[in-house]
């Protein structure tokens, strides 16, 4: 009977240690597992700040893009106008030219005779 509580000892003897084996991975498991966690949410904390950083330029650009885009239209405008007195310039060229020779040949028909 001895023989055997000696080997009842041992089997328990081992099963504790296994067990407190066990109960210390899983303390190191839970430790790193809060490291980790504590690192993640340092990194989701610098992800929402440059998101909050990016929402501002973003409407700063917004802004500066909105006042832009009054002169872009005001120049348009301009380049309409200056093309539409070229135009009429041109023309009134054409025909002021077109008067100078109609003009200079009955001027000169009427010096010939």
Known sequence: MTASLNEIYDRLGRLTATLEGVSEHLERQD??????RAAMHKRLDDVVLRVGYLES????IKTTT????EVTDEVREWKQRGLG???VIGIGGAV???ATVWFWGQILAALRG
């Open 66 to 69: 909105a006042g832009m885009k």
């Open 85 to 87: 007195a070229l135009g």
């Open 57 to 60: 330029d973003v409407g700063s």
């Open 31 to 36: 430790q790193k597992s809060v490291v980790s």
């Open 96 to 98: 002021l030219g077109g």
